[in-house]
Every structure is written in structure tokens, then in C-alpha cells.
């Protein structure tokens, strides 16, 4: 305390510590503020960027179920390689099939089964045509035939 007996405290407006109170306040309520909002403004943003990677991620997976055909049943692909060779050589006899129950490979080599892509290895002795036939669970098929020349 002060020893001079006519020291008046200081009044409201002239009490420094008021105004560094105040502000004091008005600073961190800005600060906070600050902060509120530009974490509102990255949560809005990173949400944005969720649903467009979701967006992109249903297209690219929807792409790759129309390149495996779809909900089409039909052969993709069937084809020798390579589709000339020499006697004994072996030759990669490969297919592909969508939404297929059941696939037969004739004349029969290797055991088949439905695959998006798979091969066999045959070894024809002569020139042969490999005929392919997959059925789906509704009585429908589809065939498709390749011919390996045997030279």
C-alpha cells in the first residue's frame, strides 16, 4: 500500500488493469473464434474431398464391372498363342467369361472352369479347331471357337 494519506484508488476508467483485462478477453475470444471457424472450414473441406474420392472410387469400380462384362452373360475373349506352331510345341489357349455357370472346352485338354481370364496348355498334333461353350444358370449359351495350325 501506499503511504501517502490522501492516495485515492484509482477509479474504473483509470485502472489500467481493467482495460488489460478487457483486453485480454477480447483477444483470446478472437483467437478462439479464429480458430472455431477455420476448423469448420477444414472439416467442410475435407468432407468435400471424401465424397469426391467416394465419387471417383464408384466410377473407376463401375468401369471395371463393365470390362469384366457386367451383368451380361456373354464370352469376353478366346484366343490361341500363338495360333501357328510346330508339332508337340506347346500353344497358351486362353478365355475369359461373364456371369457363366458352366464352361467346355472341346475337343477336352485340360479340366475349365468360369474365369474372367484364365489359360490352358495344349499341344496339338495336327491343326485343330477348339471350340468353347459356357452356359449360364438360365439355360442360355453362348459359344466361340479358335483354330491352332499346326505346321
Same mark, same amino acid.
Given at each position: 500500500m501506499s503511504t501517502d494519506p490522501n492516495h485515492k484508488p484509482l477509479s474504473g476508467f483509470r485502472n489500467p488493469l481493467l482495460y488489460t483485462s478487457i483486453l485480454m478477453i477480447f483477444a483470446m475470444l478472437y483467437v478462439g473464434a479464429t480458430f472455431y471457424f477455420r476448423r469448420q472450414q477444414n472439416l467442410e473441406i475435407e468432407q468435400r474431398a471424401a465424397e469426391t474420392a467416394a465419387a471417383a472410387k464408384r466410377a473407376e469400380d463401375r468401369q471395371t464391372v463393365e470390362q469384366l462384362g457386367g451383368n451380361e452373360f456373354k464370352i469376353l475373349n478366346f484366343y490361341a498363342t500363338p495360333p501357328v506352331v510346330h508339332r508337340g510345341e506347346a500353344v497358351q489357349l486362353c478365355y475369359g467369361v461373364s456371369n457363366a455357370k458352366l464352361v467346355k472346352l472341346e475337343p477336352q485338354t485340360n479340366?475349365?472352369?468360369?474365369?474372367?481370364?484364365?489359360?490352358? $496348355?495344349?499341344?496339338? @498334333?495336327?491343326?485343330? $479347331?477348339?471350340?468353347? @461353350?459356357?452356359?449360364?444358370?438360365?439355360?442360355n449359351s453362348k459359344t466361340s471357337t479358335v483354330t491352332v495350325q499346326v505346321r
Open positions: 479340366s475349365v472352369w468360369p474365369s474372367f481370364s484364365r489359360c490352358v $496348355e495344349i499341344a496339338p @498334333t495336327k491343326t485343330t $479347331e477348339y471350340k468353347l @461353350t459356357a452356359e449360364d444358370g438360365n439355360g
